[in-house]
């Protein structure tokens, strides 16, 4: 984090309200609906959150904003609290809209004691047509004239299941002719007869969220509750509840939500990926989850930055995802150790060396701190290199290797090719060099200059592995800004599979979530569907932007 950035304009009121003492303490909170996973733009909300406190003192809280039992599950709940854990923050308080009904209850029904709220039988179409337009006001619903105790008497009906869903709602009694189309009666409780994943049976009617959101702030004496810009218009409802129930004055702040180029960003919309089987679930490495980034080799650390990086706004803006992969390479190469993985394999056969094989030692990481540590590779007569680091016939200032050039192998030996082999279609099958004993690594005095280094796996130390190359997930910047469905903006090459790469013995050890530089390849980590007979290894980040440069 960069200490000397200036403040953005919700630290800037937070100083002024601690300053003048309005508050003592800092209380913010982050609120996700459990009906998914999180994604990127959730940390944003849960950076600025939990940074907030950290920064300031005082605390935040995680609310589950429960309210709608259809689209809500426990597995949601489990995996949104698994997911800021592992981005580093820790909550004061694991707190549920849904612990709050009963006291929501009482508000609604404070509410109608003081003639603020009446139950309405019109049809939801009834509704939307009364309630005019901009610039048009709306019209006073045949039942806004309802007698206290008639509505005292419905509403608890309402609660003790006595209607079927849709029959009747409550709203808010404010005004039809309000500026403010928010402000419009609204309503503030439906009838849903549906099990609820933390109160079961219990009720069968529910809050809106402009009724349950503030007043939970409320109950929770938040003093900061920040929200995204579409929540603009409904600060004055979020105002009026609070000073009619005359409850801890918690106010709301909006910022710009996060938006980033080739991706979708709405659980219910990553749900359609998950439940078509366009990904293989919501942690596909290819997915904006907290969870897919994670599995593809994010850090936690390089998601901070990010979220660090975009900074808080008031104004919309859409942010490239290229930034996110420069804040992951950025983190990586202080952090990944270089390994070599061959993906396009061909044979190479160094015909003048006559041990069996040696251990070479190889430097871990030249930008960490202590190089990283070492690590021994075999090195042996019989190597895998790739395919396209030879040309028959090279091109021009072409320093792999070619017949007659020469090339240093990583932590080894200089060769020269000799000769080579094809078969009866004119593939290359077989290198054949021959190589400088006086040439090795951190040794070498044999005086030649070559100016290609290429990566090789000894072939007898060699383990396989599968290995998977993401790309974008979508082709176009705003799939849901297009015209049509957002799904037929699909990459359909989004992934490519190299089922028999060989990798150095050493990964045979990898860990999930550890990062390693495939040398001249990427970063890549260990996938979770790797077993003992077979490893896979996703890349997390190409190790330059081909996309920038139009090179894709
Ligand atoms: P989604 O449409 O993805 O479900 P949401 O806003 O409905 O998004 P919630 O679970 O209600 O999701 O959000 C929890 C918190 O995360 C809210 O405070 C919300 O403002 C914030 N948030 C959600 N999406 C973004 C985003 N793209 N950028 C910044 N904050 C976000
Ligand atoms: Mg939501």
Known sequence: MSEERSLNFIEEIIENDLNSGKY???????????????????????????????KYGGYTNLRFDDTNPVTEKTEYVDSQQADIKWLGFEW???????????????????????????????????????????????????????????????????????????????RAKIDMAHTNMLMRDPIIYRIKHADHHRTGSTWCIYPMYDFAHGQSDSIESITHSLCTLEYVSHRELYDWFIEKLEIFPSHQYEFARLNLT????????????????????????????????????????????????????????????????????EDLNKTANRVMAVMDPIKMIITNYNQDSEILIGENNPEAEDKGGQREIPFSKELWIEREDFMEEPAKKWFRLAPGAMVRLKFAYIVKCEDFKKDENGNITE??????????????????????????VSAMHAKTAEIRNYDRLFTVESPDSE???????????????????????????????TGYQFIRKGYYTLDSDSTAEKLVFNRTVSLKDAWAKGKK
């Open 483 to 513: 015209e049509g469905d957002f799904k037929d903006y699909l990459n359909p090459d989004s992934v490519e599979v190299i089922e028999n790469a060989y990798i150095e013995p050493y990964l045979a050890e990898a860990n999930a979530e």
């Open 92 to 170: 004061k308080n694991e707190l549920y809209t849904s612990d709050y009904f009963e006291t929501l209850y009482q508000f609604a029904v404070k509410l109608i004691q003081d003639g603020l709220a009446y139950v309405d039988h019109s049809t939801a179409e009834e509704i939307a047509q009364a309630k005019g337009t901009p610039t048009e006001p709306g019209k006073d619903s045949i039942y806004r004239s309802r007698s206290i105790e008639e509505n005292l008497d419905l509403f608890t009906r309402m609660k003790n299941g006595e209607f079927p869903d849709g029959a009747c709602i409550l």
């Open 262 to 329: 080739y991706t979708v960003m709405s659980k219910r919309k990553l749900l359609q990926l998950v439940n078509e089987g366009h990904v293989s679930g919501w942690n596909d490495p290819r997915m904006p989850t907290i969870s897919g980034l994670r599995r593809r080799g994010y850090t936690a650390a390089s998601i901070r930055e990010f979220c660090e990086r975009i900074g808080i706004a008031k104004r919309e803006n859409l942010i490239e995802l290229s930034l996110l992969e420069f804040c992951v390479r």
């Open 431 to 456: 290198i054949y060099c021959t190589y400088f004993p006086d040439s090795k690594s951190g040794e070498d005095t044999s005086g030649i200059n070559v100016k290609g280094t290429i990566h090789w």
């Open 24 to 54: 003592k303490t800092l209380i913010t909170r982050f609120p996700p609906e459990p009906n998914g996973y999180l994604h990127i733009g959730h940390a944003k909300a849960i950076c600025l959150n939990f940074g907030l406190t950290k």
